[in-house]
């Protein structure tokens, strides 16, 4: 892929800085948001608005080269798959706080997944049990430990024994 066969490709091309912007040819664009950049030889494609990599090349109809961009990506999910970055589980929550699995479940906790890492989901109830809030504690010492739920108001602890071992 070359940078001169890419520009041709595109529309709305203009001169910015070291490169080019132009108009993205895999999203609506009126409004030049793909910065074309040229480094050691190879094409640097980046759209501002969020468009794929791959898309982009597949919109401008150019070959696919591997370049810096298409290699970190594919690391990526690699990374996230191994090491610390998994979360936390009912079973490690409950051998830190010397409870079993199953006690903690007959309460209502139970493994979830928090943004694509494991989490332990703790049901917040009323008086009268019904659950008014969730809760999801993501690791044991790292930040945060604790969110949550999008659109739950945090309630008041009290009302029972997870109290005791949320501390
Ligand atoms: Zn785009």
Not at 58 to 71: I, L, P
Not at 111 to 117: F, I, T, V
Request: charged share 35%; net charge positive; glycine share 8%.
């Amino acid at each position: 892929m070359d940078l001169k066969d890419v520009l041709s490709k595109l529309r709305g091309v203009k001169r910015q800085g070291d490169g080019y912007i132009a108009l993205c040819p895999a999203h609506d664009d009126h409004n030049p948001s793909l910065s074309i950049n040229e480094k050691d030889g190879k094409v640097l494609l980046h759209c501002f608005a969020g468009c794929e990599y791959t898309d982009i090349l597949k919109a401008v109809g150019v070959e696919r080269k591997r370049t810096k961009q298409s290699r970190s990506k594919k690391e990526k999910p690699k990374k996230q798959a191994e090491g610390k970055e998994t979360g936390l589980t009912l079973k490690v929550y409950a051998e830190a706080k010397a409870l079993s699995t199953d006690h903690l479940e007959s309460h209502g906790l139970e493994d979830c997944k928090h943004a694509k890492r494991n989490a332990v989901r703790f049901p917040y109830f009323d008086v009268d049990g019904n659950l008014v809030a969730t809760r999801y504690r993501l690791s044991m010492d790292g930040q945060p430990r604790f969110v949550w739920k999008t659109g739950d108001k945090p309630v008041l602890y009290g009302l029972w024994k997870i109290k005791e071992w949320i501390k």
